[in-house]
């Protein structure tokens, strides 16, 4: 006896765990819209932070190049063997003189160089890696825009087929009364056997596809989770039930988006950013036609002295403290390609410049003649909802009143899920051209 009222117990347990872990997968699923996992990508995103330790780089480089603005200063020390100084005073071959030196010697001083004048070399070079910075800024920017228009494919596709689920799951269910409804009109004569054989056949079909999109949504999410930065199987659920407005898409017209572009556009930016490079480096490859002029000091204490005559094995000191001036004189025929070589890179880019603000106006062309034809597509898929379910309705009741076949309210029962289909994918693609828009131009 007391081996039957622990089962009740055990099963009253089981089921309060049961609840716990349903609630703590529920916490887990918090759904999500696609601004929240943006935001997410945005943070964890690992192009993203390919893009931060770019930008990073960028800007350690200038400090670097602008470190190269000060003086050169360093200290000089050694400690050194002599050997014996011998002064052949009447040829090599004679009996030479033996100076009495230190058997080791010793010196300490510092060297100090500082540019005054290098054609501008050193602050064109900041100049140049803040150009570079600004680029990275763009392309990080421009990476920044590809992930969020990433996220927003993966985000609808899941979208989309969590109502394709939710279509195909309805259509189950309807299809195993309609089946069971069919069966009884076979026992009693009405139908015939092929007709059961098909409802079934088609409660196959659809069961298959189910099982398919199952798969799509798991490969939709494990796509999300890895944009987002997260692990592949880490817990996701999006707001399903959220309305895709429609009317915010409609603000602007084609020359509205165009001016926009060529003001946002991170591409154009970029091949903007390339041009103001190169004609630094042009300028940058022509200073070194000009003179270089430093000042230099150095002073060192060195034991025993031996570079001026008398030598002695006196510690002494010695330094100096000028102006040097220096022109390469090589460089004047061989600057002369280099020089070409920068001008030809500077009309490469402004080419470049112009190729991708024809390219740009393309892609936007495009984009919004997609946008154009989403929206239309809408309005055709929900036209097409209004006539297959009156289609449907007639059809199914003329079945049952044996004036139609069962091939026909199959096909009708496919023409109107294929309808639902055709609407979530308009609606999804129509959401997804204005992002895709938005993005082109920069303001996504």
Excluded at 88 to 93: K, M, N, Q, S, T
Excluded at 190 to 209: A, F, W, Y
Excluded at 290 to 319: E, H, R
Aim: with cysteine; charged share 25%; net charge neutral.
């Amino acid at each position: 006896m007391k081996q039957y009222k622990t089962v009740p117990i055990l099963g009253i347990l089981l089921l309060l765990s049961s609840h716990t872990i349903c609630a703590q997968n529920n916490e887990k699923a918090q759904p999500l819209s696609l601004e929240e996992i943006w935001k997410v990508a945005e943070m964890n995103n690992r192009q993203l932070k390919l893009s931060d330790l770019n930008l990073q780089q960028s800007k350690i480089e200038i400090l670097e190049a602008k470190d190269r603005l000060l003086p050169e200063l360093s200290v000089v020390v050694d400690a050194k063997f002599n050997s014996k100084f011998l002064i052949y005073d009447h040829g090599l071959f004679s009996s030479p003189q033996d100076v009495p030196l230190k058997s080791y010697g010793y010196a300490a001083g510092y060297n100090l160089s500082f540019n005054l004048y290098n054609g501008g070399k050193e602050k064109r070079n900041i100049a140049m890696k803040k150009e570079e910075d600004s680029r990275q800024k763009y392309e990080a920017e421009l990476q920044k825009h590809s992930v969020k228009y990433n996220v927003a494919v993966a985000y609808f596709d899941l979208y989309k087929f969590l109502h394709f689920y939710d279509f195909l799951n309805a259509e189950i269910e309807a299809e195993k009364k309609q089946l069971k409804l069919i069966e009884s009109l076979h026992k009693n004569g009405t139908v015939l056997k092929s007709d059961v054989l098909r409802t079934s056949v088609k409660l196959s079909q659809v069961e298959l596809n189910l099982s398919d999109v199952t798969k799509k949504i798991e490969i939709a999410k494990q796509r999300l989770n890895i944009l987002m930065g997260r692990e592949n199987d880490t817990t996701l659920a999006i707001q399903r039930e959220d309305s895709i407005e429609l009317n915010s898409i409609t603000d602007r017209d084609y020359n509205d988006y165009i001016n926009i572009a060529l003001n946002k556009s991170p591409e154009y930016k970029i091949a903007g950013s390339d041009i103001k490079w190169s004609e630094l480096n042009i300028k940058q490859a022509k200073a070194s036609l000009l003179p270089k002029i430093s000042l230099y000091s150095y002073y060192n204490y060195t034991y025993p002295q031996i570079s001026f005559y008398p030598y002695s094995n006196d510690l002494w000191g010695f330094g100096q403290t000028g102006i040097k001036v220096q022109y390469s004189i090589d460089n004047l025929y061989k600057s002369k390609h280099s020089i070409a070589l920068a001008k030809v890179a500077s009309n490469q880019a402004q080419e470049k410049a112009a190729m991708k603000k024809d390219e740009i106006s393309l892609q936007v062309k495009d984009a919004y003649l997609q946008q154009r034809q989403a929206l239309e597509s809408v309005e055709t898929a929900e036209q097409n909802i209004t006539k297959t379910t009156e289609t449907l309705r007639v059809i199914r009741s003329s079945y049952l009143n044996q004036e139609s076949l069962l091939t026909d309210l199959l096909d009708a029962e496919n023409a109107l899920l294929e309808a639902k289909f055709n609407l979530t994918t308009a609606q999804t693609n129509v959401k997804l051209t204005h992002i895709r828009l938005l993005a082109i131009i920069g303001i996504l």
